[in-house]
């Protein structure tokens, strides 16, 4: 009796060619992205994002983190802080402590180099 290897060979085959399709389809269409988990983690990290006005027309729009703050300012500057040492509210800081943003409650303000650039803010 003899064996018929190319039938077997072919069948073969056909059956690993199913299968590298089945992995690769499934891979394509059920796995996430790895942008996908990226922008989750970024989006779980981030909380609420809160508008404050602020005194001479400025705002603050925060977007919170759990250990930092993104700034953008009514006067087109945008910045990552990160969250700073504080006996009372948030405060979030820069290394050298030149830029420092406030916030307790519904309240928040900024300072620059010692001096306030941005006071009176409320949430809207």
């Not at 060979?9 to 059956?15: F, Q």
């Not at 989006?43 to 250990?67: L, N, P």
Request: net charge negative.
């Amino acid at each position: 009796m003899e064996h018929d290897w190319k039938g077997q060979v072919a069948i073969a085959v056909v059956l690993l060619g199913i299968g590298a399709a089945a992995v690769y389809w499934f891979g394509q269409n059920m796995l996430p992205s790895v942008e996908g988990i990226v922008s989750n983690e970024r989006q779980s990290a981030v909380s609420a994002q809160t508008v404050f006005t602020c005194d001479g027309g400025k705002s603050i729009v925060v977007a919170f983190g759990s250990d930092q703050a993104h700034l953008t300012l009514s006067d087109g500057r945008e910045m990552t802080i990160p969250h700073a040492a504080s006996a009372s509210g948030a405060r979030y800081a820069n290394a050298d402590e030149s830029f420092v943003f406030w916030n307790k409650g519904t309240t928040a303000l900024i300072e620059e180099r010692g001096e306030m650039t941005y006071s009176t803010c409320v949430t809207n």
